[in-house]
């Protein structure tokens, strides 16, 4: 994005989980949208990685189907943040339940 000083993020869980051709043929029900600034791509496929293996954690998985709220969410990523989200990387939550 050619105007984007620093990468948005939206964290997004859903009640029912959609069909999507998974790997390992589970619905999708946790999704992260990821707006890169056209300046920095440099830092995008470093970023992306950490957010990959970050969301390969079942702990990790488990918790954010659990949280109710921001707060819970946040904390359920809390242990993670000083390995793989950096505080400029922290994805702003919402929880959205369908």
């Not at 051709?21 to 029900?29: I, Q, R, S």
């Not at 918790?63 to 809390?78: D, F, H, I, P, W």
């Amino acid at each position: 994005m050619p105007k984007l000083r620093s990468p948005a993020k939206v964290l997004m869980t859903l009640r029912q989980g959609i069909e999507f051709g998974a790997p390992d043929d589970e619905p999708v029900d946790i999704l992260l949208a990821v707006l890169w600034p056209q300046d920095h791509q440099d830092g995008f496929l470093p970023a992306l990685a950490k957010y990959c293996r970050l969301f390969r954690s079942n702990q990790v998985l488990q918790g954010l189907r659990n949280a109710r709220s921001k707060t819970e969410a946040m904390m359920v990523l809390q242990p993670f943040s000083s390995d793989v989200l950096a505080p400029s990387d922290r994805p702003e939550l919402r929880i959205h339940r369908q």
